[in-house]
T-cell receptor
Framework: AQSVAQPEDQVNVAEGNPLTVKCTYS??????LFWYVQYPNRGLQFLLK??????LVKGSYGFEAEFNKSQTSFHLKKPSALVSDSALYFC???????????FGTGTSLTVIP | DTEVTQTPKHLVMGMTNKKSLKCEQH?????MYWYKQKAKKPPELMFV???????INESVPSRFSPECPNSSLLNLHLHALQPEDSALYLC??????????????FGDGTRLSIL
């Protein structure tokens, strides 16, 4: 079965410290991987995607993610967290022969001033 | 500002009412989606329209009725809803339903409360 997992419901990090939000996936075939962010009372905003090529993907607002095929992971990272990064983050996966996106359960990130 | 516009932003309705949610995009996307989202949970896919035709219905109760009048508009007609239908309803669009390597663009949603 196709699935994506976000093992942490909540991540807390101090402002200025690096942050990591974890995502692992299970799909047959090559995955397309996405990260979205959701601020309170807003829809999901696209941050970045991995389709093929370079394993390190750079996205909006200084975020980046590393695709690791052997560990089937696609962790979201940022070198220096801002208080304004506090939000709900969703990893999503699709694949060539599928017909929809599969969302992870979400990780609530809190950046502490 | 999002490129997918949803109206209304908030809606309170009784269980016997009929109302509609509207979604509009002008990005030339040919796939449009309705999702239901409960607080702090991932969006749950309800319907997918591809080139104005319904291509996926994820076993949604018939009290939810989607409509795609043209390539830019998507409606969700509501009738005889239940309290458990209270949620954030998100509309999204993408280049095409088959282009799963392209991101979906989401509106800010309609927060629906059923009394």
């Amino acid at each position: 079965a196709q699935s994506v997992a976000q093992p942490e419901d909540q991540v807390n990090v101090a402002e200025g410290n690096p942050l990591t939000v974890k995502c692992t996936y299970s799909v047959s075939g090559n995955p397309y991987l996405f990260w979205y962010v959701q601020y309170p009372n807003r829809g999901l905003q696209f941050l970045l995607k991995y389709i093929t090529g370079d394993n390190l993907v750079k996205g909006s607002y200084g975020f980046e993610a590393e695709f690791n095929k052997s560990q089937t992971s696609f962790h979201l990272k940022k070198p220096s967290a801002l208080v304004s990064d506090s939000a709900l983050y969703f990893c999503a996966v699709s694949f060539l022969t599928g017909n929809q996106f599969y969302f992870g359960t979400g990780t609530s990130l809190t950046v502490i001033p | 500002d999002t490129e997918v516009t949803q109206t209304p932003k908030h809606l309170v309705m009784g269980m016997t009412n009929k109302k509609s949610l509207k979604c509009e995009q002008h990005m030339g996307h040919r796939a449009m989606y309705w999702y239901k989202q409960k607080a702090k949970k991932p969006p749950e896919l309800m319907f997918v329209y591809s080139y104005e035709k319904l291509s996926i219905n994820e076993s949604v109760p018939s009290r939810f009725s989607p409509e795609c009048p043209n390539s830019s508009l998507l409606n969700l007609h509501l009738h005889a809803l239940q309290p458990e239908d209270s949620a954030l309803y998100l509309c999204a669009s993408s280049l095409s339903a088959g282009s799963l390597n392209q991101p979906q663009h989401f509106g800010d949603g309609t927060r629906l409360s059923i009394l």
